[in-house]
């Protein structure tokens, strides 16, 4: 559809006191706490985990050492996609506006951009304990029947009961993380490094790690999550308001359990049309989010 001046009338007339335009309005790049941004330079990228060995067993004199290999994990395919979108001005419209709006054009074409870009990196979040949008272990993004490899055992990365987020939540999931095990049974050194929450609960989040003493109680027990603290995310574009969740990390992996990997950034363009005469603006942006190691995020509801 093609602006005219019939579809912004009051922009061709002289007298308006306040005109407010178009501009980049959004919270400031919290898509980068929510995903690892990656450049991508292919149509796809394939992430692989491979796991090590189990424990060393006694080996006997005169007796051959056990033996083991390298444990293959799931292997993940992330496709670029290409977002795109057109508005287009009539010649009219361009020469008679008179309070700068169609100039603008291109701000709010980066706003929407910026937004779409949030909302991606969400929907791994929002979509988290849907079936419906499985893992290629077939498991949604936080699931009690996990698997590291093909046929491999399970893990959790969630509550035996669900349950919003609190200082006992938080600190049962907490334990479930300090005893997470790898595929072959040993020990994971995972560090709580973000907590992930709704506006709605940001203030428990905040009670729970900035707090002196255990919060919710009348005694005087130190909170233990003080002195350790893990970064506090809101997400803004969490669409249901009672899921947290909690990001790790692992010694000196440089993993993370989603990214967005950017295949081609923000590409602007304008032209005119000769046949329409109307201005066209147009924005093209390519990349893609997914998951590419779920036992580095836990999560309930």
């Known amino acids: 559809m093609t602006q005219t001046r019939s579809t912004l009338p009051e922009y061709f007339e002289k007298g308006l006191d306040n005109v407010f335009s178009i501009g980049v309005n959004q919270y400031e790049g919290e898509y980068k706490q929510l995903a690892k941004v990656t450049t991508s330079s292919k149509a796809s990228e394939n992430y692989n985990n ?53 100039k603008d054009i291109p701000l709010g074409l980066s706003e929407s951009l910026n937004h779409t870009l949030e909302v991606h990196a969400a929907s791994a979040y929002n979509n988290a304990f849907d079936a419906a949008f499985a893992d290629v272990d077939g498991q949604p993004l936080i699931s009690a029947t996990h698997t590291f490899a093909p046929g491999g055992a399970t893990y959790s990365n969630t509550l035996g009961v669900d349950a919003d987020c609190s200082f006992t939540s938080f600190d049962a999931l907490s334990v479930q993380i300090a005893n997470a095990q790898d595929i072959n049974g040993k020990r994971r050194v995972l560090k709580k490094s ?23 109680t009348n005694n005087n027990d130190i909170n233990v999550f003080n002195s350790n603290k893990t970064d506090i995310v809101v997400s803004h574009y969490l669409t249901t308001p009672d899921y947290w969740f909690i990001v790790c990390s692992e010694g000196m992996r440089d993993t993370a359990p989603i990214v967005c990997q950017k295949r081609e950034g923000q590409r602007m363009r304008r032209w005119y049309d000769e046949h329409a005469q109307a201005e066209k603006f147009g924005i093209t942006f390519r990349n893609a989010v997914g998951i590419t190691d779920p036992s580095l995020i836990y999560g309930s509801r």
């Open 50 to 102: 491979v796991h090590g060995f189990g424990l060393i067993s006694e080996k006997p004199e005169n007796v051959q050492a056990e033996s083991d290999v390298l444990k293959v994990g799931h292997r993940r395919t992330i496709v670029n996609k290409t977002y795109s979108l057109t508005t287009s001005v009539s010649q009219e419209a361009v020469d008679d506006e008179l309070y700068g709006v169609i």
């Open 194 to 216: 973000k907590l992930i929450v709704s506006p709605t609960f940001e203030r428990v989040a905040k009670e729970i790690m900035d707090s002196s003493l255990k919060p919710g």
